[in-house]
């Protein structure tokens, strides 16, 4: 699973992040000539190098709770990220006000003006001023969006109308879980809280659709806390793996999802209620892949492996954590497709994501004829940072179509 790309992107981060601090030390210096001293070098540099520290550990090592004050150790991580995040926000705002302060320096007439209807404001501070812009609209953002990850999940709650659906299974609640991530970022406490939330949902079926777990410390206790759940589930808990299973360890993850109550449906399919239309789940593996064409053929095998024999006049479910999933369910009629992976893109405007990261279905509700596809946008996350892209549980209601 780590393979060239794993590596190009991580081993690409500290390098980001030295640029980044390099480019707004030197701005900081540019803006504010009064900086220039010796005791605001260091602590620029030892800041930025700790922070440095602190985002690759978190990066690399999952060993949070061998810390004795892990609320400690979080918080720095969190210090850390904030500092390098409002950086990286602040080089990226930095073009336009470049553009800006070029434009008023060559026209000083203007800019005197500007700054003449402002008291006490001389034209070199309105310039000034105007570089300064970036580094604290980069912190504005950052601080939001950590507070945004920070905040428990939202209940999102759907309706699906799917034709010809059994009246044995209209008003079927299917409460999904997707991408919590359990480490430093969603810890056990967060998780209860999250489960709580089904609980109160009483739902007839709980799907977890991959990447449960990055510190797997925290798996045996977070899976006996979800086997609590399985009397409130009447058609059962089902799991998809992610690909943070396999990067963690996936034979660990698989023996003890074999001794939990999650059923893992990897390449394969499960009557959930007999019928006239029997109802079936479908689950499928990850694609251990960034190769899109080899992706596709993966998604497209895996498919059929879950998809063979179950009847053609079934209503059926399909679990995946990749969404290219979408396009193989779409193709074959699934009535409904659940999948996770993407967490939205975390950065949203107006409900839609800002960056789209080469997924063609990336959040929400899509739909193809009369099959629907739901990508979650994740109830956690490995970068703590959510802006108009909250984390969600979401909580589907089957009715028939009229």
């Given at each position: 699973?780590?393979?060239?790309?794993?590596?190009?992107?991580?081993?690409?981060?500290?390098?980001?992040?030295?640029?980044?601090n390099?480019?707004?030390?030197?701005?900081?210096?540019?803006?504010?000539?009064?900086?220039?001293r010796?005791?605001?070098?260091?602590?620029?540099?030892?800041?930025?190098?700790?922070?440095?520290?602190?985002?690759?550990?978190?990066?690399f090592?999952?060993?949070?709770?061998?810390?004795?004050?892990?609320?400690?150790?979080?918080?720095?991580v969190?210090?850390?990220?904030?500092?390098?995040?409002s950086?990286?926000?602040?080089?990226?705002?930095?073009?336009p006000?470049?553009?800006?302060f070029?434009?008023?320096?060559?026209?000083?007439a203007?800019?005197?003006?500007?700054?003449?209807?402002?008291?006490?404001?001389?034209?070199r501070?309105?310039?000034?001023?105007?570089?300064?812009?970036?580094?604290c609209?980069?912190?504005?953002?950052t601080?939001?969006?950590?507070?945004?990850?920070?905040?428990?999940?939202?209940?999102?709650?759907?309706?699906?109308?799917?034709?010809?659906l059994?009246?044995?299974?209209s008003?079927?609640?299917?409460?999904?879980?997707?991408?919590?991530?359990?480490?430093?970022?969603?810890?056990?406490?967060?998780?209860?809280?999250?489960?709580?939330?089904?609980?109160?949902?009483?739902?007839?079926?709980?799907?977890?659709?991959?990447?449960?777990v990055?510190?797997?410390?925290?798996?045996?206790?977070?899976?006996?806390?979800?086997?609590?759940?399985?009397?409130?589930?009447?058609?059962?808990?089902?799991f998809?793996?992610?690909?943070?299973e396999?990067?963690?360890?996936?034979?660990?993850v698989?023996r003890?999802?074999?001794?939990?109550?999650?059923?893992?449906?990897?390449?394969?399919?499960?009557?959930?209620?007999?019928?006239?239309?029997?109802f079936?789940?479908?689950g499928?593996?990850?694609?251990?892949?960034?190769?899109?064409?080899d992706?596709?053929?993966?998604?497209?095998?895996?498919?059929?492996?879950?998809?063979?024999?179950?009847?053609?006049?079934?209503?059926?479910?399909?679990?995946?954590?990749h969404?290219?999933?979408?396009?193989?369910?779409?193709?074959?009629?699934?009535?409904?497709?659940l999948?996770?992976h993407?967490?939205?893109?975390?950065?949203?405007?107006?409900?839609?994501?800002v960056?789209?990261?080469?997924?063609?279905?990336?959040?929400?509700l899509?739909?193809?004829?009369?099959?629907?596809?739901?990508?979650?946008?994740?109830?956690?996350?490995?970068?703590p940072?959510?802006?108009?892209?909250?984390?969600?549980?979401?909580?589907l209601?089957?009715?028939?179509?009229?």
């Open positions: 699973m780590r393979n060239d790309w794993f590596y190009i992107v991580n081993f690409s981060l500290p390098l980001l992040c030295l640029l980044t390099w480019i707004c030390y030197r701005l900081a210096l540019h803006v504010f000539p009064a900086l220039n010796r005791l605001f070098r260091l602590l620029f540099v030892s800041g930025s190098l700790l922070s440095l520290t602190a985002v690759l550990y978190a990066r090592s999952f060993r949070w709770h061998s810390f004795p004050d892990f609320s400690g150790f979080i918080f720095g969190y210090a850390a990220i904030g500092w390098n995040l950086q990286m926000i602040a080089v990226v705002l930095l073009p006000f470049l553009l800006l070029w434009f008023f320096r060559q026209r000083p203007i800019t005197r003006s500007i700054a003449g209807r402002i008291e006490s404001l001389s034209r501070r309105f310039l000034s001023g105007l570089l300064a812009l970036p580094p609209l980069g912190t504005g953002i601080v939001s969006g950590l507070s945004g990850a920070h905040a428990d999940p939202e209940v999102n709650r759907l309706r699906l109308r799917i034709p010809d059994p009246a044995e299974l008003g079927l609640t299917i409460v999904q879980i997707s991408d919590t991530h359990l480490g430093p970022f969603f810890d056990l406490d967060k998780l209860d809280r999250l489960l709580q939330r089904v609980a109160a949902e009483r739902p007839d079926l709980l799907l977890i659709t991959g990447d449960l990055d510190d797997l410390a925290l798996l045996p206790a977070a899976l006996e806390k979800i086997d609590r759940l399985q009397p409130l589930c009447r058609l059962g808990m089902y998809c793996l992610g690909n943070h396999y990067f963690r360890d996936i034979s660990q698989r003890l999802l074999d001794g939990s109550k999650l059923t893992t449906l990897t390449n394969r399919h499960q009557l959930l209620q007999a019928g006239k239309r029997p079936y789940l479908l499928v593996d990850y694609p251990p892949t960034r190769n899109p064409a992706r596709r053929v993966l998604c497209q095998h895996y498919f059929r492996q879950a998809a063979d024999g179950v009847p053609a006049n079934a209503i059926t479910l399909l679990i995946a954590h969404p290219d999933f979408i396009f193989d369910a779409f193709d074959a009629g699934v009535h409904l497709t999948a996770g993407t967490h939205g893109g975390q950065l949203g405007l107006l409900g839609q994501p960056l789209p990261f080469g997924f063609q279905f990336q959040r929400g899509y739909r193809q004829d009369d099959a629907l596809a739901y990508v979650n946008v994740g109830a956690g996350h490995w970068l940072f959510r802006l108009g892209c909250p984390a969600e549980l979401a909580v209601t089957l009715v028939p179509a009229p």
